[in-house]
């Protein structure tokens, strides 16, 4: 927009420009009226009513918890050594129902699973762990 239309909300830029060097003025003791103003950042709330994500279903590249099974693997946890399964992430299938000690591998990372933690794989493929409640 060019000094003198007005934006959407009715205001017109020259009265913004006022606006600016008047706070700038109280805040700094002094402005310069004639001088061109750059945006340099600007911040946007908005809200609307959106559709929901159908979130399509899991789908892994295993049938069932052994076949995610890649091995068992001595780790130090906690102070003392565990003997741990190590899964293969896109082969775990959906329910499948893990508790730790345990090791998650995936290409991009690595999810450990300590003592005292239980979990599942959502419909989504999602990781759920909760710390397992004392009795």
């Known amino acids: 927009m060019a000094v003198g239309e007005v ?3 009715g205001l017109a830029l020259d009265s913004i420009e006022e606006a600016f060097h ?7 003791g002094h402005s310069s009226p004639g001088a061109t103003l750059e945006l340099v ?3 946007l709330t908005a809200y609307g009513l959106v559709p929901r994500p159908s979130g399509a279903p899991y789908r892994c590249a295993g049938d069932s918890l052994d076949q995610a099974l890649v091995e068992r693997r001595a780790v130090w946890l906690d102070g003392a050594p565990h003997d741990c399964p190590v899964w293969e992430r896109e082969r775990l ?5 893990l508790a730790g000690p345990a090791i ?8 450990i699973v300590p ?3 239980r979990g599942a794989v959502d419909e989504h493929g999602n990781l759920r762990f909760e ?5």
Do not use: K, V
């Open 41 to 43: 950042n600007a911040r």
């Open 93 to 97: 299938p959906e329910g499948a129902s």
């Open 22 to 28: 008047r706070q700038h003025l109280g805040a700094y």
């Open 104 to 111: 998650i591998e995936e290409f991009g990372a690595t999810t």
């Open 115 to 117: 003592p005292g933690w």
């Open 7 to 9: 934006s959407a909300d």
């Open 131 to 135: 710390r397992e409640t004392r009795t």
